[in-house]
Nanobody, 120 residues
Framework: VQLQASGGGLVQAGGSLRLSCAAS????????MGWYRQPPGDERDLVAT???????HYADSVRGRFTISRNNVRNVAYLEMSSLKPEDTAVYYC???????????????WGQGTQVTVSS
């Protein structure tokens, strides 16, 4: 699977951005799509995920400000980010978890990152 992320950039605190992640060359079935982020000098952490059935999960730090959605036909996930804070500054990585038949499950893939910078 190939993941193409887009939509990062520079925004002032309180502003909004929308990230997109398009999956292609898919082998198997994508169960979960989502986003992780890695602030400078810190570890990569979960931001949000969404299942094929639309069940969402958010990190506490973004719940109520970020919204994840997904187009299953186009295999695209979106992350609407609002009320952005300087601490949201990070490289954001697209993520999928998929299975290939019954033998291979929970196969995780991360795409290239996209930089989000929130100025104060």
């Amino acid at each position: 699977v190939q993941l193409q992320a887009s939509g990062g950039g520079l925004v002032q605190a309180g502003g909004s951005l929308r990230l997109s992640c398009a999956a292609s060359r898919i082998v198997g079935r994508i169960a979960v799509m989502g986003w992780y982020r890695q602030p400078p000098g810190d570890e990569r952490d979960l931001v949000a995920t969404i299942t094929k059935d639309g069940i969402t999960h958010y990190a506490d730090s973004v719940r109520g400000r970020f919204t994840i959605s997904r187009n299953n036909v186009r295999n695209v996930a979106y992350l609407e980010m609002s009320s952005l804070k300087p601490e949201d500054t990070a490289v954001y990585y697209c993520y999928v978890r998929r299975s290939i038949g019954a033998a291979v499950t929970n196969l995780e893939t991360w795409g290239q990152g996209t930089q989000v910078t929130v100025s104060s």
